[in-house]
């Protein structure tokens, strides 16, 4: 069996470290926003390059107080894509805010800036980006469209953890921005966790008061918050993996060459790299109008694969039919019929991407 996510395995390459890290946790007696937390905060915010990083309890949570920060709610629009995990559209939504979604490049499928101008209203606060599978989304004329119009942007970079765009990291372009650190993700905790990051003193100032009660000193709120922390096991764990994310996302980036090299003669359409961007492949995509053929026939063979995402989500029960935006959006309709995710992570064996290669070849025309 060749899984398309193995998140154990990466447990396991670092193992005796990552034991290390939540004995001392244990050991300390000090389990919330401690020591690990602050030394992971800064760890991180050095290796995205900003000043500011705030660990949260998840990645959703991050977007939420990011979004909160920004001052964004009832009667405020924002927006962001379709073609995502719910919990973008959902993060919104929990501000009492209305997303309002544009369709996405032909080839790279993150937000197309060239939609963005038809969707302005009075009401437009912010645009949330994605940085999809890896995949830097073009952020250039995202921030010229917002800083004319005095809009903020709010960075997903769920997926794209290390991933650069004009040699420089995602997450350091917009003016706060979101990771999730779920087990599956190119940076993954042992559970749920997630940070915000920004350069704005004012901002970070208000997202730490935000993840826990809006308090500035203990069991006093200065202004509403919520509970949403990240815990020092996670800071931990997370410490150790940190320092390994550049050469595990060389070895992603390898594995997608090796795949390109075996499937380009095929009828497919494989991951295309956006210019004087670094995709760091959380996720290695195919399409093909074949896809739940080839899916059934990987599936046979022991090869696992997923659908990142087989509903795009204004065609989801929950929100089919009172999204702004989503009467047209033609190109994430398609994208969503065709789009395949194939067996990615730092451990997986060259001999394995062959051995994919080799069966979806022998599904043949």
């Not at 800083?147 to 997450?171: L, M, N, P, S």
């Not at 509970?227 to 390994?244: F, I």
Request: hydrophobic share 40%; with cysteine.
């Amino acid at each position: 069996m060749i899984p398309v996510a193995n998140p154990a395995a990466q447990y396991r390459s670092h193992k005796a470290e990552i034991d290390h890290a939540i004995h001392r946790v244990l050991d300390s007696g000090w389990y919330i926003l401690g020591e690990e937390v602050r030394a992971f905060e800064a760890e991180f915010a050095a290796y995205i390059g900003v000043k500011f990083a705030i660990g949260v309890g998840s990645g959703t949570e991050a977007l939420h107080l990011a979004l909160r920060a920004c001052d964004i709610g009832p009667g405020d629009e924002v927006i962001t894509v379709s073609h995502t995990a719910v919990a973008t559209v959902v993060a919104i939504e929990l501000c009492g805010a209305t997303p309002v979604l544009a369709d996405i490049d032909v080839d790279r499928y993150t937000l197309d800036p060239e939609k963005l101008p038809r969707l302005l209203t009075p009401c437009t606060k912010a645009i949330v980006p994605v940085h999809l599978y890896g995949q830097p989304a073009d952020m250039t004329p995202i921030l010229e469209i917002a800083h004319r119009h005095g809009f903020k942007v709010i960075e997903d970079c769920a997926q794209a953890h290390g991933a650069t765009y004009q040699g420089q990291r995602v997450g350091s372009w917009g003016d706060i921005a979101c990771f999730s650190f779920y087990p599956t993700k190119n940076l993954g905790a042992l559970g749920d966790g997630g940070m915000v990051v920004t350069d704005d003193p004012a901002l970070a100032e208000k997202a730490r008061l935000l993840r826990e009660y809006g308090w500035a000193e203990r069991y006093v709120s200065h202004i509403r918050g919520w509970n949403s922390r990240l815990d020092e096991l996670q800071a931990a764990v997370l410490r150790v993996k940190l320092k390994y994310l550049d050469a595990d996302n060389a070895v992603r980036a390898r594995l997608a060459t090796t795949y390109n090299q075996l499937l380009a003669d095929e009828d497919l359409r494989l991951p295309a790299e956006r210019p004087e961007s670094n995709h760091v492949y959380h996720q290695y995509v195919i399409r093909t109008k074949r896809r739940d053929e080839l899916r059934a026939f990987l599936k046979e063979r022991g090869i696992g694969t997923l659908v990142h995402y087989p509903v795009p989500v204004h065609l989801q029960p929950a929100y089919r039919g009172r999204l702004p935006g989503g009467d047209d959006l033609p190109e994430t309709e398609r994208v969503a019929r065709e789009v395949l995710s194939l067996p990615m992570y730092p451990e997986l064996a060259e001999s394995d991407v062959k051995s994919v290669a080799e069966a979806i070849l022998k599904l043949g025309p």
